[in-house]
């Protein structure tokens, strides 16, 4: 794992934005994909379940249990992408590209916060924690607001879907700009050095 | 159906000093009346729940028990049955499709005197939009002054209500088909 080729850029005091996102952001981005892309499978395929369905118990439990790892990833994410320098927008994108891209990146992020969150509070409105795998309980706090678990149903249900839609938008540009534009936009987004990665510092 | 449980109402308030039956609101305020359910799990054994925002009147006469009536306006989004994700199933489109309907009603027709304090009190009930005749078994429970300076009568009803009845498809088995209701009233007198 080339991680530490990344480090010398956090001890140098100057300002040089790195050529591509930290090797911890990559895993995570990458770790990601599974994960939601599964929640997301199970969640719409739960929800339909019949009463005797012998998944019908269980696949809330496995989708609750990945869901609450995914939120402690995220924060762990979210920490980096805070505290880590992010890459320079690529100069060959138009200001419209990078202001899509932005606004993508940051709408992914706060979807997954309002996803997880909403889905705690489904399964927390009555006290109940949620079992973590049978390895642990996360407390439930009960209801903070009226009808909380059919509005946070809602909510949950909803920006899933708009999740799906953005990951399939946001899939799309970087395939496009890997392949058609044969741009550095995913090679950003992995470890390995890119080959005009020179080219793009200055 | 709002206007039939309005409109009953008016009747009553004209009807009632014609006879002696006393006028009683439901003590939802100090929550001494109670709208229960139970379904059997699985054949098994028995999930109880409530509808914890109701309100309602009635009318009871001792002398004339004919002329007593009773009516209920239930607020179906209330199901609690303890547990915060089944209570959202159970007011989702597969049970109560409380978006569409968000009242159930039972507006009495007629009450039939038998032994002791036992009557049937017989009505409409309203639930998911569909109106069926049903009867209730009810039992005078008591009456008397209560220490506040009040009167008080409470009665208790019970019944059984088929989901398919009220166009709600039964996705639990066969055996949680059938819904029994157990209704406990402590009335005020006005």
């Given amino acids: ?202 | 159906m709002k206007k039939f449980v309005f409109a009953s109402l008016v009747a009553s308030m004209f009807v009632a000093p014609m006879t002696q039956a006393a006028d009683y609101v439901i003590d939802t305020q100090g929550a001494h009346a109670f709208v229960q359910f139970k379904v059997s799990h699985l054949g098994y054994s028995w999930l109880h729940g409530r509808f914890n925002t109701f309100s309602g009147t009635f009318s009871y006469d001792d002398k004339d028990l004919a002329a007593s009536k009773i009516q209920l306006e239930i607020d179906t989004k209330s199901v609690d049955s303890n547990h915060a994700e089944r209570d959202k199933h159970l007011r989702s489109a597969d049970f109560l499709n409380v978006d569409k309907h968000d009242k159930a009603t039972f507006v009495s027709s007629k009450v039939v005197a038998k032994d002791g304090a036992n009557f049937d009190l017989m009505g409409k009930f309203t639930l998911n939009g569909v109106t069926k005749e049903i009867t209730i078994a009810a039992t005078k429970t008591g009456e008397g002054k209560d220490p506040w300076g009040g009167y008080r009568a409470g009665f208790e009803g019970k019944t059984s209500i088929n989901l398919s009845d009220y166009g709600i498809k039964n996705i639990l088995g066969p055996a949680s088909e059938t819904v029994q209701l157990d209704l406990v009233v402590e009335g005020v007198r006005k």
Avoid: C
Avoid at chain 1, 114 to 138: C, H, K, P, Q
């Fill in chain 1, 1 to 202: 794992m080339p991680l530490n080729n990344l480090d010398p850029q956090n001890t140098e005091p100057q300002v040089t934005t790195p050529e591509r996102y930290h090797g911890f952001s990559i895993f995570m981005h990458w770790l990601m994909v599974p994960l939601v892309l599964g929640l997301f499978s199970v969640g719409f395929w739960m929800v339909d379940l019949t009463y005797y369905s012998a998944w019908y118990k269980t696949a809330p439990h496995y989708h609750k249990s990945v869901g609450i790892l995914l939120a402690v990833l995220l924060l762990l994410r979210l920490i980096v992408l805070f505290k880590k320098r992010k890459p320079a927008p690529i100069v060959t994108h138009s200001k419209a590209v990078q202001g899509v891209s932005k606004l993508t990146h940051a709408l992914l992020y706060m979807l997954l916060v309002i996803i997880v969150m909403s889905g705690y509070l489904i399964s927390t409105a009555d006290n109940r924690g949620i079992e973590v795998f049978n390895w642990f309980v996360v407390p439930g706090f009960g209801e903070f607001f009226e009808q909380q678990a059919d509005r946070a149903g809602l909510v949950h249900q909803w920006l899933a879907y708009s999740l799906i839609g953005l990951v399939v938008l946001h899939a799309l540009g970087a395939l496009k700009h890997h392949f058609v534009d044969k741009d550095a936009t995913l090679k950003r987004m992995w470890w390995t050095k890119s080959n005009n990665s020179t080219e793009e510092k200055l």
